[in-house]
């Protein structure tokens, strides 16, 4: 499964706060690696998670692809064997993490702060425009590991 995990910890000034979102995208990181799913991406900028949830999808041994899907223009980034940059037609990042959702994700996973596109406080997307899972992770807990043990998110609700 193509699994997009976005998130961010723009607006959370807490420190210890902080650090358990980064942990926590690096343990979904490994999770997803470890069930065989390509990890989609979009940034390696530090104030996301995504370069978290890299680094633990790569510690595990033959880790499957990351697509790192960026807007026109965008420099690449990530790097590692198995990460292939990948950009889309437009240069807006809003539109081509819509298109991502749309066309490419069978599952999105929303991780961490309040600013973005896909919002994990509210997490804002129009379920009408797409047509699989959308799972909001607010704490660690076992309803969370859950979601990426089992492979699919309708064996939780």
């Known amino acids: 499964m193509k699994v997009l995990v976005s998130g961010s910890v723009r607006g959370i000034d807490n420190h210890d706060l902080r650090s358990q979102i980064y942990a926590a995208a690096g343990d979904l990181g490994k999770c ?10 979009g940034s390696d900028d530090r104030e996301d998670i995504d370069p978290f949830v ?4 790569q510690s595990v041994q033959k880790a499957p692809p990351v697509e790192v899907h960026l807007m026109k ?6 790097s590692g064997k198995t990460i292939k940059n990948l950009w889309h037609r437009y240069d807006d990042w809003d539109v081509t993490v819509l298109e991502v959702v749309r066309d490419v994700a069978q599952g999105v996973i929303v991780i961490g702060g309040k600013t973005g596109v896909i919002q994990a406080r509210h997490c804002r997307v129009d379920v009408g425009l797409i047509h ?9 807990g076992r309803k969370s590991m859950g979601v990426w043990q089992l492979r699919s998110a309708s064996l939780l609700f």
Do not use: P, Y
Not at 73 to 78: D, E, F, I, P, W
């Open 54 to 57: 890299v680094e633990g999808f």
């Open 132 to 140: 699989h899972s959308i799972w909001r992770l607010r704490r660690r």
């Open 73 to 78: 223009g965008a420099k690449s980034c990530c």
């Open 32 to 41: 997803l690696a470890q069930a065989g799913h390509t990890l989609l991406v």
